[in-house]
Structure formats: C-alpha cells, structure tokens
C-alpha cells in the first residue's frame, strides 16, 4: 500500500503550470491535497498509509495534532487509524494555538500531521506552540514533503507518504517568468 505521485495528479491534486507559491517562490508544480482528500475513501486510505508509517518507527501516540486548514483530514483520519485523540491548531490574528477547548496533558506524545510541508517553517511554528503547552511532539507526518530535504524537523521523526522533487525559484530567477508564461498565483484572494 503506498501512495505515489502519479495517484495526486490522478485527483488532480497536483498540477503543473507557472505558480507564486505562499512562500513567494515560483514554481511549474502545485498541490493542493484537499483535491485528493475530498474523497473520505481516499482520505481514510491516506490516513492508514500515515499511521503504518509511524507505527514502523516503534513510536507512542497519544494523539495527532494537525493544523488548520491543510492537515485537518489527513490528521483526523490519521488518528482514526492509530486509533488517538484528533487535535488541531488555527491561526489566530496571526499566532498559531491549540483550537478552543483542546487541552494537552503534560508530557502527552503528540503526532504532528500536515498535508504538505514546503518549508518545515509553520510546523515548526506548530512545534514550539504544543511543547509550551507541555506536550512532546514525538513525530511530524506529512501527506507530501516538497522541501528538498528528508527530514526538516531533525532530531524529531518525520514520515511522509509522497516525496517531491519540484523545483522551485525566487522570482527574478524564474525560468518560467523568463519565458515570459502567465503566472498563477492559486492561494491568493481578493483584498489578501
Ligand atoms: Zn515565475
């Protein structure tokens, strides 16, 4: 069971183009996992394929963590199949924190699950948020790493089902911009 890249094109998940990523780079490749995850038979397959990644590793889970929007579905359906505890973080007049109401023991062992991880920049964020909560992030799960290194969260264990390998460039590098090719800018919204 495992999960490739031809299966996010498939969905439509990942596309190809000229695009102004969030992080400002330009890139021919977009994903958009929620393409993939709006299947809840997909979704559940992916969450599967997640937790038998983790479970490899030995680790304890008490429960998952995933941050709003991007890592809801893959977390919760992650934590259906290690059978834990389904959290999430949102982004609050700009910080990130556990949504209202969740609570985290002290020293509980937490999954952190995303979607995709371009940079490790916001789980990383989501890291440091959950251990002044006094919980131990004791491994991050991705759908995709498109980050170009294996594990950005060194010393802690990180598991992704997809790895990609997309170029990216900052603007005044483009060689789509070169080219003169129109850009797509898909996370953009009027007045953002
Ligand atoms: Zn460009």
Redesign the pocket.
Known sequence: MNLTLEDLTASSAHRTG?F?LSSGL?SGDYLQCALHLQEPQRAEKAGRMLAQAIRANSIEIDSVVSPAMGGLIIGHETARALDVTSLFTERKGGEMMLRRGFSLRDGERVLIVEDVVTTGKSTREVITILQSYGAKVVAVGSLVNRSGVANPFEPIPYEALVVADFST?K?EE????AKG?E?DKPGSRPGK
């Open positions: 000229h102004c330009h460039w603007p483009c060689p789509l911009c090719m850009i």
